[in-house]
T-cell receptor, first 113, second 113 residues
Framework: DGGITQSPKYLFRKEGQNVTLSCEQN?????MYWYRQDPGQGLRLIYY???????QKGDIAEGYSVSREKKESFPLTVTSAQKNPTAFYLC????????????FGPGTRLTVL | AQSVTQLDSQVPVFEEAPVELRCNYS??????LFWYVQYPNQGLQLLLK??????LVKGINGFEAEFNKSQTSFHLRKPSVHISDTAEYFC???????????FGAGTTVTVRA
């Protein structure tokens, strides 16, 4: 079955550590996205990528980094510079182009201890 | 970028009663409109979308939405809800020249027997 996988489902981090969240898709989509979800704030775009080896900052990119070395993969690193990293992180993908549905993964819940 | 307002953060409703979730967006330029549903600790699933054509859009699970360009609204309705409709619902908008989505803060629907 085609879809998006995110791992791990739950992640705990000590302050000052970098952590990397995995996102893989087998939908053959060109575009991929990372969102952060906090209670009462909806989804906010962190980074997005329209094509391999290219990505752009979203609305809240500070303290995060990404790479897009393969079409199927778009990992997100939460760095120690992110002041309040505890949140639910969602990865999505879509066919490049206007009006196309974004398909979402199951999410990773990150908690900073 | 679009600003999306979901007018109700919480909507309690009895089983088999109708429900309406309200969504307004900021710009009247050409837009694409989406409603997504999120069950606890899961990713988002598309309910329906409006790209063009008929302003009344039918989606999955008996949901429908009406696009009103003059009021910049895209309200979601279901004539008779089930317990299983308990979830969080997100309205999302993109400008026709941009496939990034702007999300509302979400509406939590709680269906009671």
């Amino acid at each position: 079955d085609g879809g998006i996988t995110q791992s791990p489902k739950y992640l705990f981090r000590k302050e000052g550590q970098n952590v990397t969240l995995s996102c893989e898709q087998n939908l053959n989509h060109d575009a991929m996205y990372w969102y952060r979800q906090d209670p009462g704030q909806g989804l906010r775009l962190i980074y997005y990528s329209q094509i391999v080896n290219d990505f752009q900052k979203g609305d809240i990119a500070e303290g995060y980094s990404v790479s897009r070395e393969k079409k199927e993969s778009f990992p997100l690193t939460v760095t120690s510079a992110q002041k309040n990293p505890t949140a639910f992180y969602l990865c999505a993908s879509s066919i490049t182009g206007n009006g196309n549905e974004q398909f979402f993964g199951p999410g990773t819940r990150l908690t900073v201890l | 970028a679009q600003s999306v307002t979901q007018l109700d953060s919480q909507v309690p409703v009895f089983e088999e009663a109708p429900v309406e979730l309200r969504c307004n967006y900021s710009s009247s330029v050409s837009v694409y409109l989406f409603w997504y549903v999120q069950y606890p600790n899961q990713g988002l699933q598309l309910l329906l979308k409006y790209l063009s054509g008929s302003t009344l859009v039918k989606g999955i699970n008996g949901f429908e939405a009406e696009f009103n360009k003059s009021q910049t609204s895209f309200h979601l309705r279901k004539p008779s809800v089930h317990i299983s409709d308990t979830a969080e619902y997100f309205c999302a908008v993109s400008d026709s020249g941009d496939y990034k989505l702007s999300f509302g803060a979400g509406t939590t629907v709680t269906v009671r027997a």
